[in-house]
């Protein structure tokens, strides 16, 4: 028996259905003859026009003493210092690449700044607002918090999974915590002893079954993981809050999928829900010591969807709480008493899916600007401060009167770009019916939301396929995974308002806006290779793997067998057709399936069409046992290892 077949037989009964990505029927070569007739391909990140350099605020904070309101913004790589009492920003510092996330020092005299593409922390003095230090972190660093006394940073890790945790005295990593997907937001405890990641998406499992997401918690003290709180059928859990009361509750924004359901069903309503999971510690216990309670509770009307739920935050009074729902450009005020009544009122198996409990706590919902994502209030609980993404500018809350008082411009270019108006596009839920979803809302961050989903076909459980990115997408077409769309105008134009919006969907002049944002999604930076391009050892091997031509043991591999053949370097790693290698299920109507891209394949996990392989190893060891998915049962260990390493540089 080969190491490969070892292999598979130690994954217990797990379906032997095969795979998807290096296979291709024989006739696909005459196929891609007509490659030569097609225009050059264009590289998704090659330089465009420039575009004016928008701010785009996406996280904010207070000084302690509210004074002075500080904003990290993505578009122009700054952070900025906002005076509350004229509204006027009075400092900026140049910080890295994307920056994300933002924590103050609890004296209050150091910023730091999160650098998602750079996988740097910026620290920044307050007083001369430079950056004093560039900290190394993981991959893609996004939230981040001090501990109480300001000598550790937490920082999540979106792209590596995990959590850093940085010595500031020596401003060098000493641990690392491994989390689950994609965590983006971490929230030190008022007591101190608890700092709690949120994770963007759910745990890899069975593509049939509800997604789960987890909470991690880290004991400060001992500096150890004390529980992962799961939250079961939801998603894209973003910011964190804690209530200032004894004995305080979290509220952690979400998303509540019905991705198992035919998605076709849209205006039956409930397809997408969007609520906050109430987490309470177990009272009286040490960290880690009882498990954590997690109530479920929506923010939808019985008619109405306030998609994409993302800042959160307490008055300090405890009264009320805030949460800005981004794509559909709106901020909820609810009432902490109600909400606790309500909480008690039904059991949390049912509150979870009752789309009449807003109604019970919400005192009021708000316009912000375009895409609001993090919401600050100030000491007094008298103000609420919402940075709105895609406008440049920070809407003020009356939280006395629950009105808005004004909107301050941060001083972003004014004229709207076709690419700017295509993001708000993108990030706007009020085309889908009663405003269910946005674009946004299934490709969170231009990505994916990790799920399979059941979409245009109306019997349930059939035809179900993984969500895939869309980064880097340009001169990729066809499009969806049975490559039945030849460009983007038909994917996000007629298919999109008939079975995903049901609705009139995007006019003319909007849908020019949505694909010229969606031409122009770049690709980030690829972590596993290095920045001069030289590759590893291994990857070297990997690399001769992918291209070759013989079996190990001399045998040809026929064309149509072979890694490149699918996936020529030239088209970004797709050979653009659609081909059969056997992956259809009992469920599938069809067979034959697009290839897919590989540009930064190790981000794009589950993989297959439906999402089955949790992992670049699963599709030959569990789903490619007869040989359809390339050459693989003569490879040992060691070689599957070497070909994913490369893999992984592309």
């Given at each position: 028996m080969s190491s490969l077949r070892l292999l598979h037989s130690q994954r217990g009964n797990r379906t032997s259905y095969r795979g998807f990505y290096f296979c291709l029927l024989p006739f696909a070569l005459c196929l891609l003859t007509c490659f030569s007739e097609m225009a050059a391909p264009i590289n998704p990140q090659s330089a465009e026009p420039a575009e004016p350099e928008y701010l785009t605020p996406v996280e904010i904070k207070f000084a302690s003493d509210g004074k002075k309101l500080y904003v990290v913004c993505e578009g122009n790589e700054s952070v900025l210092a906002l005076d509350t009492q004229t509204r006027q920003v009075v400092a900026k510092a140049k910080v890295g690449h994307k920056p994300r996330g933002l924590a103050v020092s609890p004296d209050g005299k150091t910023l730091y700044v999160s650098n998602e593409w750079s996988d740097t922390v910026?620290?920044?003095?307050?007083?001369?607002?430079?950056?004093?230090?560039?900290?190394?972190?993981?991959?893609?660093?996004?939230?981040?918090?001090?501990?109480?006394?300001?000598?550790?940073?937490?920082?999540?890790?979106?792209?590596?999974?995990?959590?850093?945790?940085?010595?500031?005295?020596?401003?060098?990593?000493?641990?690392?915590?491994?989390?689950?997907?994609?965590?983006?937001?971490?929230?030190?405890?008022?007591?101190?002893?608890?700092?709690?990641?949120?994770?963007?998406?759910?745990?890899?499992?069975?593509?049939?079954?509800?997604?789960v997401s987890e909470l991690l918690v880290l004991d400060t003290n001992k500096q150890v993981v004390a529980e992962r709180i799961l939250i079961p059928g939801a998603i894209e859990l973003r910011h964190i809050a804690e209530a200032p009361l004894q004995g305080g509750y979290l509220i952690v924004p979400l998303v509540r999928p019905k991705n198992l359901g035919p998605l076709i069903q849209v205006n039956q309503g409930w397809t997408m829900t969007h609520g906050m999971a109430v987490v309470r510690p177990a009272p009286n216990t040490s960290v880690g010591e009882a498990g954590s309670k997690v109530t479920q509770v929506l923010l939808d009307d019985i008619d109405y969807y306030f998609a994409g739920n993302d800042g959160v935050a307490f008055t300090p009074d405890g009264r009320r709480a805030l949460v800005t729902s981004s794509d559909a450009d709106t901020v909820s005020i609810l009432d902490t008493a109600h909400l606790a009544q309500r909480l008690r009122q039904y059991p949390g198996e049912e509150l979870a899916n009752r789309l009449d409990s807003a109604a019970t706590f919400v005192v009021k919902r708000l316009p912000t600007g375009h895409n609001p994502t993090s919401v600050a209030i100030t000491p007094d609980s008298r103000w609420a401060y919402i940075s709105n993404r895609l406008d440049d500018s920070v809407t003020i809350i009356d939280l006395a009167q629950s009105k808005v008082a004004a909107t301050i411009d941060l001083g972003g270019p004014k004229e709207i770009t076709l690419m700017r108006r295509g993001e708000q596009m993108f990030h706007a839920a009020k085309y889908c019916y009663q405003g269910q979803f946005a674009c946004a809302t299934c490709h969170p961050n231009s990505h994916l939301d990790g799920l399979a989903w059941n979409l245009e076909t109306p019997q349930l459980g059939r035809d179900r396929v993984a969500n895939r990115t869309l980064r880097g997408i340009r001169e990729t077409a066809p499009y969806k995974w049975n490559g039945h769309n030849p460009d983007l105008a038909t994917q996000c134009g007629p298919r999109i308002a008939k079975f995903l919006f049901r609705s009139e969907g995007f006019n003319t002049a909007e849908l020019e806006a949505l694909l010229t944002y969606m031409n122009n999604i770049p690709l980030p930076a690829n972590r596993h290779l290095a920045p001069d391009g030289q590759l590893t050892e291994a990857q070297e091997r990997g690399k001769t793997i992918f291209y070759r031509q013989y079996t190990n043991s001399g045998q040809v591999i026929p064309a149509e067998n072979r890694c490149d053949t699918c996936h020529p370097a030239e088209t970004h790693y797709t050979a653009r057709i659609s081909t059969d290698v056997t992956s259809k299920t009992e469920y599938d109507t069809n067979g034959m399936f697009d290839i897919p891209q590989l540009d930064r394949v190790y981000e794009d996990a589950p993989y297959l069409h439906n999402g089955e392989a949790l992992t670049l190893e699963e599709i030959w060891t569990v789903f490619n046992n007869k040989d359809t998915h390339g050459i693989t049962s003569d490879m040992s260990k060691e070689q599957l290892n070497d070909l994913i390493e490369f893999l992984k540089t592309l």
């Open positions: 910026s620290e920044v003095d307050v007083a001369t607002f430079s950056v004093k230090r560039t900290l190394k972190t993981g991959w893609g660093p996004v939230g981040l918090v001090t501990d109480r006394t300001g000598k550790t940073l937490y920082v999540a890790n979106s792209i590596a999974d995990s959590v850093s945790l940085i010595d500031l005295a020596s401003g060098t990593e000493i641990k690392r915590f491994t989390t689950h997907r994609y965590p983006e937001q971490v929230l030190l405890s008022r007591d101190g002893r608890c700092v709690y990641a949120a994770n963007l998406l759910p745990h890899l499992g069975p593509y049939d079954q509800p997604p």
